[in-house]
């Protein structure tokens, strides 16, 4: 009896994360198939990490709220863009370059977060596709902007670096160029503003992180048999203390004997900084007053409107939070990737968060910013993978290409079926 | 006394219509006459706009039948687009040229959609709630799968594959197997110079749209519409909610892949891989320009939005080329009105409130 509760259980908690079991099955098989150097891979999957953790973490508090995912931090990356392109256009260049962008993208992604928040209370029950849409519809407004009000109503030079030329050879041109270069920041551009500012090889930050969390760990076990916890807790802590040590060794190993993990890029201490603090931030700001709104309104807007909760202006709130770091997020991305596809550089932005998050095992009701981080990895590990393994085993590179795009369809497309599924299965069981 | 009956008459008829259908009607018409004094033929223009129109038309209809049984527009069209793609690839390659490429291609995306048609509407009820979103992604899923297989194919006919390599070209040109605009000329002629009546293909349309209307009139019709307005009331009449719902949705699927055999036809073209990946959201917006909401629809909906719409786009597009040189905003435009509307219409739906 016990046995088959227990297989049982097993079965529901492969189900429950199934889309992350066949990432990692994936990545593994990846490995197997291709001949890819561990090292080189790393490389890749942290930069994409640093890139792209702040837009993943972006969704957590909406998703809290009851929102679901927010297809929407599409606009949110239009916000930073546009203050990037308003940077550029200035030339204003470096760090404070950077930090003026920061700063101007903050009251553009309110107003966005904003007026998006209002359209997420009109769209009740179907916030997802209205974020999806949403992120269309404004597409629309920002092509207006950059391609139609900068130049035929706000006159620019032709000669201006951001302006195309005028096709008939007039005097002014008309739209911002599809391709804005940032130029590197020591030269008064954007590219590796922060980046730049302190870096840390590979192996260092790996051992100083993990010598970190391995004295959290100590404390937590010294305390935690003072008030004598569960046996489990103490088990867990045990395992990652010993994980720690391991990864500590390994890194040890690879620096003496300098292996293909010495040759991993250098970590970027700001932007490593910046994502843990957003990381502190979000696990904070939900212990707040304002946190528990958010969790009440995302339990039940009807009990939370009883006990006094303004769900409408906490919902908007929550909207308003994430399109304001998504902004933040594109312009980290956008200084590492050094050039601006203008009418591009947004479009994939949420359609990817939101995947990266699913694979870490969020749903429409629950995110943490574990999920966040475990999903980023896998979900950019899947997304280095696929066109090795499409070389590898199929000849064709560009198979794995389409795959690595059906795979992010079909993760969020089984991911968000598979809970409303549950969700209405367990429903229909508490009326009957 | 008369004045009021008139005044009030003429209310009715605005709200008939809906607002919205006529602010889009009125821009159509200024647009119109604003190519007229830019020197840019209008009778051309509206002969564009009648054959876009003819070309978009089937997948406008797909949108009736789901919106009717109540599982909202058909954001998953791509699915049936496949089905009516894989049918016009397999009719090539089994080597049938004009009519009976035609003939073939159309009777067995029938096949294809039914079946799958079948299984999107299972999945469609297991998701109720969140039909919308699912159906998005359901959608963009097949299409991005369906770029996998069309790569892998091992298709031989030279009208198909790339010169070197492995897969299916992008584009397969359709006068190869002679069925470029073979619908459309089928008792196609001129009005004047500038003025071409694509008959065949608006018979074909109107025929559809027609089969439609007398389909929502017929018991099973009816029993759709039914389960459309409400579950509960429905399943008290003794209704099967889930059959209905699976029969509108396999409907919507054969319409949607039948209506890119035409789309691709009069194209000239047939498109694969992520051509048709955003293919929903402007049939979407079709219908409801023509005044659809996102749970009720009517086949006058559909011919009204798709005139309209199509016409928009088509006239546009020269329109703001003449006036702005280098912009491009009539795609500008199209994203704004098209996505507007979809929005617009999420904001009308009455579910999931507080």
Known sequence: MGERLGSRKALTWAGDNAVTLVFVAFTVFGFMASDLSVGWFLGELMGRLYRNAFLVISLIIPVVAGLGLNFGIVVGAMAGQIAIVAVRFLDIGGLGGLMLAFLLAAPIAVLFGWLTGLLYNKTRGQEMIASLIVGFFANGIYQFLFLFVMGVIIKVPSTHPLIIPSAVGGEYGVGIRVTVDLGAADKGGLKYALDNIAKVPFLYAVIGIAAFILVLQVI??????????????????????????????VAAYSMSVRNSLSMVAKVPVVIVILIIALCIFTEWILKTKLGQD???????????????????????????????????????????????????AHSQVGMFAVASILVGGASTSKATVKQALIGTILFNAMFIMSPEIGQAVFGQALLGEYFRTFMVYGVIGFALGLYVWKANKATKLTIE | MLTERKKLSF??????????????????????????????????????????AGMNGLLVLAMLPSIQSGTGPNFALPIGVECGLFAMVLAIEWGFTGWGWFGVSVALSIVFAIFVGWAYGKLLNAVKGSEMTIATYAGFAICSFMCIFWLMLPFKSPNMGWFIGQGLRETIQLDAVGADMILNDLFGFWIGEE????????????????????????????????????????????????????????????????????????????????????????????????????????????IIGV??????????????????????????????????????????VKKGGK
């Not at chain 2, 919205?20 to 509206?46: E, G, M, N, Q, R």
């Open chain 2, 195 to 302: 003025f071409y009546v694509p008959t065949g293909m608006l018979l074909f349309f109107f025929l559809c749209c027609f089969l439609v209307w007398l389909f929502f009139r017929s018991k099973s019709g009816i029993a759709i519409s039914a389960v459309g307005s409400s579950n509960a009331f429905a399943e008290a009449s003794g209704l099967n909610v889930n059959k209905n719902r699976v029969l509108a949705n396999i409907i919507s699927t054969i319409l949607g892949a039948i209506g890119i055999i035409v789309f691709s036809q009069s194209y000239g073209y047939l498109q694969i891989y992520t051509a048709h990946l955003n293919i929903a959201f402007a049939a979407v917006a079709g219908i409801l320009i023509g005044g659809a909401t996102a749970s009720r629809a009517k086949v006058s909906h559909v």
């Open chain 2, 11 to 52: 209310k009715d008829i605005i709200n008939g219509i809906g607002i919205p259908t006529l602010i889009i009607a009125a821009f159509f018409a200024l647009i119109l006459v604003i190519a007229h004094f830019y020197d840019l033929s209008v009778v051309t223009l509206l002969s564009d706009t009648v054959k876009r």
């Open chain 1, 294 to 344: 958010f969790k009440a309104v995302g339990q039940s807007q009807k009990i939370a409107e009883v006990s006094g909760i303004n769900v409408d202006k906490t919902r908007i709130i929550a909207v308003i939070i994430s399109t304001v770091l998504a902004a933040w997020g594109q312009i980290i991305t956008l200084q590492n990737i050094g050039t601006l596809n203008t009418y591009t």
């Open chain 1, 220 to 249: 937590r076990f010294v305390r935690s048999k003072k008030t004598a916890g569960a046996k489990v807790n103490k088990m867990s802590t045990i395992f990652n203390m010993v994980l720690c040590l391991v990864v500590i060794a």
């Open chain 2, 307 to 348: 005139f309209l719409f199509q016409g928009l786009l088509t006239s546009a597009l020269p329109v703001a080329n003449q006036i702005f040189a280098g912009t491009d905003l009539s795609e500008i435009m199209r994203m704004i009105i098209q996505n507007g509307f979809i929005l617009y219409a999420l904001t009308q």
